[in-house]
C-alpha cells in the first residue's frame, strides 16, 4: 500500500534513461522491489492454482514486464517443489486509453481465439487496474467461454473515485491516483523502456500529448 502523500524516491539515487530524466517526478516503486513483491505474488497463485493446468493470458502491452517476471517466478517455484503445475502462455492485446484519460471504449486488438480457454484455468495477468473497466469487459468476454476457472492478478491498483468497485484476485501494491509510466507501462507508448514505476510530471503529459 504506497500513501497518497508519498513523495517516491528522487530520481538521482537511481538510474534512469538520460531521454527521460526531466519528465519525471519521482521514482515510486524500485525495479528491485517489483520483483521482490512479484515473487511472493507467485507463490500465493501457486498454492491456489497449483495442481491444475495454468493457462496464463498477458494482457498486452503494459503486463508484458510484469507477465515475464511472474512467469519466471513461477517457473522457479515449479521447479523446487513436488507439487508442480503446468503453464501454457497466451496474449491479448485491449487498449482504453488515450493521453492520460481511461475512455469509454475497450477495445481487443488482437490475441488468439478466447474460446480455446473453455475448460482451463485461467490467470489473466494486467498491468494496472483503474477504473476496472477493462478487466470487467475483459471477464464478462471470457466468461462467454466458459473456462473452469479464472483469476486475475494485477501488479498495480489504483485508489481513485473512478474505480467501479472491482478487485483483482492478486495485487502487487496499491497506489495513489497519480499517472505511472515504466515496468512496461506507457504515456502514449513512451516510458515502456524504464525499468522502474516512476511518477509521469505534468510537463512530460504536454510533450508527449497525441
Ligand atoms: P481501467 O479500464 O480504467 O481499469 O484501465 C486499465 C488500463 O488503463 C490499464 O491496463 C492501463 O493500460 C491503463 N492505465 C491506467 N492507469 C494507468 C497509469 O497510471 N499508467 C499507465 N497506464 C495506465
Ligand atoms: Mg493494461
Same mark, same amino acid.
Given at each position: 500500500?504506497?500513501?497518497?502523500?508519498?513523495?517516491?524516491? /528522487?530520481?538521482?539515487?537511481?538510474?534512469?534513461?538520460?531521454?527521460?530524466?526531466?519528465?519525471?517526478?519521482?521514482?515510486?516503486?524500485?525495479?528491485?522491489?517489483?520483483?521482490?513483491?512479484?515473487?511472493?505474488?507467485?507463490?500465493?497463485?501457486?498454492?491456489?492454482?497449483?495442481?491444475?493446468?495454468?493457462?496464463?493470458?498477458?494482457?498486452?502491452?503494459?503486463?508484458?514486464?510484469?507477465?515475464?517476471?511472474?512467469?519466471?517466478?513461477?517457473?522457479?517455484?515449479?521447479?523446487?517443489?513436488?507439487?508442480?503445475?503446468?503453464?501454457?502462455?497466451?496474449?491479448?492485446?485491449?487498449?482504453?486509453?488515450?493521453?492520460?484519460?481511461?475512455?469509454?471504449?475497450?477495445?481487443?486488438?488482437?490475441?488468439?481465439?478466447?474460446?480455446?480457454?473453455?475448460?482451463?484455468?485461467?490467470?489473466?495477468? /494486467?498491468?494496472?487496474?483503474?477504473?476496472?473497466?477493462?478487466?470487467?469487459?475483459?471477464?464478462?468476454?471470457?466468461?462467454?467461454?466458459?473456462?473452469?476457472?479464472?483469476?486475475?492478478?494485477?501488479?498495480?491498483?489504483?485508489?481513485?473515485?473512478?474505480?467501479?468497485?472491482?478487485?483483482?484476485?492478486?495485487?502487487?501494491?496499491?497506489?495513489?491516483?497519480?499517472?505511472?509510466?515504466?515496468?512496461?507501462?506507457?504515456?502514449?507508448?513512451?516510458?515502456?523502456?524504464?525499468?522502474?514505476?516512476?511518477?509521469?510530471?505534468?510537463?512530460?503529459?504536454?510533450?508527449?500529448?497525441?
Amino acid at each position: 500500500m504506497i500513501a497518497d502523500d508519498s513523495k517516491g524516491h /528522487e530520481l538521482s539515487l537511481f538510474c534512469v534513461p538520460k531521454h527521460y530524466e526531466e519528465d519525471l517526478d519521482s521514482v515510486i516503486i524500485p525495479n528491485g522491489l517489483i520483483k521482490d513483491r512479484t515473487e511472493r505474488l507467485a507463490r500465493d497463485i501457486v498454492r491456489d492454482m497449483g495442481g491444475h493446468h495454468i493457462v496464463a493470458l498477458c494482457v498486452l502491452k503494459g503486463g508484458y514486464k510484469f507477465f515475464a517476471d511472474l512467469m519466471d517466478y513461477i517457473k522457479t517455484l515449479n521447479r523446487n517443489i513436488d507439487k508442480s503445475v503446468p503453464l501454457t502462455v497466451d496474449f491479448i492485446r485491449l487498449k482504453s486509453y488515450s493521453n492520460d484519460q481511461s475512455t469509454n471504449c475497450v477495445k481487443v486488438i488482437g490475441g488468439d481465439e478466447l474460446s480455446a480457454l473453455t475448460g482451463k484455468n485461467v490467470l489473466i495477468v /494486467e498491468d494496472i487496474v483503474e477504473t476496472g473497466r477493462t478487466m470487467e469487459t475483459l471477464l464478462k468476454l471470457l466468461n462467454e467461454c466458459h473456462p473452469k476457472m479464472v483469476k486475475v492478478v494485477s501488479l498495480l491498483v489504483k485508489r481513485t473515485p473512478r474505480s467501479s468497485g472491482y478487485r483483482p484476485d492478486y495485487i502487487g501494491f496499491e497506489v495513489p491516483d497519480k499517472f505511472l509510466v515504466g515496468y512496461a507501462l506507457d504515456y502514449n507508448e513512451y516510458f515502456r523502456d524504464l525499468s522502474h514505476i516512476c511518477i509521469l510530471s505534468d510537463s512530460a503529459k504536454e510533450k508527449y500529448k497525441v
